[in-house]
């Protein structure tokens, strides 16, 4: 789904954002996101590659925020790579309006933490240009959040991971019966999911009840369609196979072990 949106992006007659490739340390400027790929890392370094997706659709989602949004080879620009120590392809870092690190993600493993740490520099920087513009003239009422902005988002975060689970905690800490159900089952089914705490960010939680019109918490989407809540996901694990059902594949543990082993050139 993220390689077939990419290519849907990639058609359009004009871009929404531009993505600047860094050539030199200078052409950097304040309130940006650097992301540092390299060659041999096909998901970040193809055109079509999943991590590549993901960063043009957060820089497509936050165009009207005024963030910059830049590609770095960390082998090219090594002094860039040393700066930032980076030490980990893809790695990205978030700089705030005065060019300090605000957060930084190191590998591309948690999308649904960079997916809020853009949407926090964003709404940072979106804060503090309506701040400016209405000192002025304070009676002025602020600008509703921009609806297409929260509705990319959220395909981004539901898209982040083929099964997304939107739960109340985390595997390791859910923070309601519900949400700590369906962790369990999925975990004894062997299907692999990514999560986001949506106790972390309202408007994801707020967003995802309209996004979808389903009301309550758990969510757990397979391939960016909803599955639904606990009650449905159980369900459909006593009638058979669940990953099946959900059109996915179990994550056995060869395969995780490989896919562990060969997710770095040197791991």
Not at 51 to 78: C, D, H, K, P, W
Not at 147 to 168: D, G, W
Not at 194 to 199: A, N, Q, R, S, V
Request: with cysteine; net charge negative.
């Amino acid at each position: 789904k993220i390689h077939d949106l990419l290519k849907r992006n990639s058609k359009k007659e004009k871009s929404i954002m531009t993505i600047i490739d860094i050539t030199k340390e200078e052409d950097i400027k304040s309130n940006s996101v650097l992301f540092f790929w390299a060659s041999w890392h096909e998901a970040s370094s193809s055109p079509n590659g999943s991590i590549n997706a993901i960063f043009q659709m957060l820089a497509e989602s936050t165009s009207s925020s005024g963030v910059n949004f830049y590609r770095v080879e960390a082998e090219a620009m090594s002094s860039l790579s040393q700066k930032y120590s980076v030490q980990v392809i893809p790695t990205f870092i978030l700089l705030d309006r005065d060019g300090n690190i605000l957060d930084r993600i190191d590998g591309g493993d948690d999308i649904p933490r960079l997916t809020k740490a853009v949407a926090t520099l964003a709404g940072s920087h979106t804060s503090k240009t309506n701040k400016s513009k209405t000192s002025s003239t304070p009676k002025e009422k602020q600008p509703s959040p921009d609806e297409n902005t929260i509705q990319s988002r959220l395909k981004a975060l539901i898209e982040s991971s083929p099964v997304m689970l939107f739960m109340k905690g985390d595997p390791t800490a859910p923070k309601c019966g519900f949400s700590r159900q369906i962790t369990e089952l999925l975990s004894q089914e062997g299907i692999a999911f990514g999560t986001f705490d949506i106790l972390t960010d309202e408007d994801v939680r707020q967003g995802l009840k309209t996004y979808s019109n389903w009301p309550t918490f758990p969510q757990l989407y397979a391939n960016g369609d909803l599955i639904g809540g606990l009650d449905i996901v159980r369900e459909m694990a006593e009638d058979g196979d669940l990953a099946e059902q959900m059109g996915v594949e179990k994550n056995l543990l060869e395969d995780r072990l490989k896919k562990l082993t060969t997710r770095h050139r040197v791991m």
